[in-house]
């Protein structure tokens, strides 16, 4: 078997991407087999299923004009849709731990409820 860097990118595949009203459109890298929920404060409420993407992994489509940032610009912004509300997506911006955090739910072709997220303690460890 060749050497692979991670085998996170031996199977990931790009999938599209969108909000509910599709006014979001985007592109993330992954094989799915990372997903987690997190418990901190803001994930406890949004309780959905998360999938962390290299920075290069991530492709925004639409315009960031269509988007409204909510969060700390020194740590993390997350970001939703103007139209429908669906939070799309998280930056991760503290330096050192750049990373792009996407709502699994908003994957197109994937059986969201099919994967078995692992729990982040966010709460504890952010
Ligand atoms: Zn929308």
Same mark, same amino acid.
């Given at each position: 078997?060749?050497?692979?860097?991670?085998?996170?990118?031996?199977?990931?595949?790009?999938?599209?991407?969108?909000?509910?009203?599709?006014?979001?459109?985007?592109?993330?890298?992954?094989?799915?087999?990372?997903?987690?929920?997190?418990?901190?404060?803001?994930?406890?409420?949004?309780?959905?299923?998360?999938?962390?993407?290299?920075?290069?992994?991530?492709? /925004?489509?639409?315009? #960031? =004009? $269509? !988007?409204?940032?909510?969060?700390?610009?020194?740590?993390?912004?997350?970001?939703?849709?103007?139209?429908?509300?669906?939070?799309?997506?998280?930056?991760?911006?503290?330096?050192?731990?750049?990373?792009?955090?996407?709502?699994?739910?908003?994957?197109?072709?994937?059986?969201?409820?099919?994967?078995?997220?692992? /729990?982040?303690?966010? #709460? =504890? $460890? !952010?």
């Amino acid at each position: 078997m060749p050497e692979m860097k991670s085998q996170q990118k031996q199977t990931a595949r790009w999938y599209p991407a969108s909000c509910h009203c599709k006014n979001v459109t985007f592109k993330a890298q992954t094989d799915l087999s990372g997903a987690f929920t997190c418990n901190c404060s803001f994930c406890v409420r949004r309780a959905t299923t998360l999938l962390k993407l290299d920075p290069e992994g991530f492709e /925004l489509q639409s315009d #960031k =004009n $269509k !988007l409204s940032a909510y969060g700390n610009s020194g740590f993390s912004r997350h970001y939703f849709c103007n139209n429908c509300g669906i939070q799309c997506f998280t930056e991760i911006t503290r330096q050192g731990a750049e990373a792009v955090i996407v709502n699994a739910a908003c994957l197109e072709g994937i059986d969201f409820y099919s994967l078995k997220p692992s /729990l982040f303690d966010g #709460k =504890n $460890k !952010l």
